[in-house]
Nanobody, 127 residues
């Protein structure tokens, strides 16, 4: 089992940047594929990005491609989401998620494919 804690959210102006971090407990972090999702008020949760256990493979939603980058540091049990050129429509609660033993491509993009979730961190982009 793994516990996930997100950090790094906050208020930022449009065009600005934030880096979210998700710290995971446990000794087997490098056996988990990781993902980021977000949920805006009144909207369904949506996939943002995913990364394989090794960090070699990544996938980003079209809405964030070229602006957001997912990465991980297995030595620190942490996955990151670097968010640049932020837009008002990026405002949401951002969640990280983990699934153990996912070794195939494509990486998981659906919420039900993940086993563990963090509590979320709020990102608000002002104009």
């Amino acid at each position: 089992q793994v516990q996930l804690v997100e950090s790094g959210g906050g208020l930022v102006q449009a065009g600005g940047s934030l880096r979210l971090a998700c710290a995971a407990s446990g000794r087997t972090f490098n056996s988990y594929a990781m993902g980021w999702f977000r949920q805006a008020p009144g909207k369904e949760r949506e996939f943002v990005a995913a990364i394989s256990w090794s960090g070699i493979s990544t996938n980003h939603a079209d809405s964030v491609k070229g602006r957001f980058t997912i990465s991980r540091d297995n030595a620190k049990n942490t996955v990151y989401l670097q968010m640049n050129s932020l837009k008002r429509e990026d405002t949401a609660v951002y969640y990280c998620a983990a699934v153990r033993g996912w070794s195939r491509i494509p990486l998981p993009k659906e919420g039900y494919e993940y086993d563990y979730w963090g509590q979320g961190t709020q990102v608000t982009v002002s104009s």
